[in-house]
């Protein structure tokens, strides 16, 4: 068990470039989860996966941001047209469905710096 | 909707003395968990502890230990002995069946450890 992965950890990009982040799970977790967490501020959820089905999307969530899941294993975050409000630190965790304690476990995150 | 509310937002403490860090939170379910969140400078974000709103124990994880006060809504977690590894921002955190697992967030505090 290697825990949670997430790559790149750090990207700088220029205003209005795509950028893709992914993230590797637990092996075994089937439910994956994406944050956003700007300075200063506890993370916000923004979207989860169960196996390869996305469930909720938040209302942060803008119609530039879009998650994948295939297979139910990694997932993606891609960002289109990047904007400097972007600039946030992306954390991913994962979690077992059927787990009565709810934990989840969480990657070093994803740093974006949109110039 | 849930919310969670870390009304201080940094705290320090002498090495080997106890802190006391203070969250509230506000929901209409009866079922429901709460976790303590560690996040140290530029590392990933680790779990605490944790304690399910069901039981009426008080949850403890060696120096780590909270105070539940279901009735009053409040989750404070107590510190002892404080090591200077224990400096870090602390998030208090909150989830429920109905919100298919996905964690709320405070604003976090930020601990110092003092030599």
């Known amino acids: 068990d290697t825990g949670v992965s997430q790559n790149p950890r750090h990207k700088i990009t220029k205003r209005g470039q795509n950028v893709t982040f992914r993230c590797d799970p637990i092996s075994e977790h089937n439910r994956l989860y994406w944050y956003r967490q700007t300075l200063g501020q506890g993370p916000e959820f923004l979207t989860y996966?169960?196996?390869?089905?996305?469930?909720?999307k938040s209302r942060l969530l803008s119609d530039r941001f879009s998650a994948e899941r295939p297979k139910g294993s990694f997932s993606t975050l891609e960002i289109q047209r990047t904007e400097q409000g972007d600039s946030a630190m992306y954390l991913c965790?994962?979690?077992?469905?059927?787990?009565?304690?709810?934990?989840?476990?969480f990657g070093p995150g994803t740093r974006l710096t949109v110039t | 909707a849930q919310t969670v509310t870390q009304s201080q937002p940094e705290m320090s403490v002498q090495e080997a003395e106890t802190v006391t860090l203070s969250c509230t939170y506000d929901?209409?379910?009866?079922?429901?968990?709460l976790f303590w969140y560690k996040q140290p400078p530029s590392r990933q974000m680790i779990l605490v502890i944790r304690q399910e709103a069901y039981k009426q124990q008080n949850a403890t994880e060696n120096r780590f230990s909270v105070n539940f006060q279901k009735a009053a809504k409040s989750f404070s977690l107590k510190i002892s002995d404080s090591q200077l590894g224990d400096a870090a921002m602390y998030f208090c955190?909150?989830?429920?069946?109905?919100?298919?697992?996905?964690?709320?967030f405070g604003e976090g505090t930020q601990l110092t450890v003092n030599p």
């Open positions: 996966f169960q196996n390869e089905a996305q469930l909720e």
């Open positions: 965790a994962s979690s077992l469905a059927w787990s009565t304690a709810y934990e989840q476990y």
């Open positions: 955190a909150y989830t429920d069946r109905t919100s298919g697992s996905r964690l709320t």
């Open positions: 929901t209409s379910e009866s079922d429901y968990y």
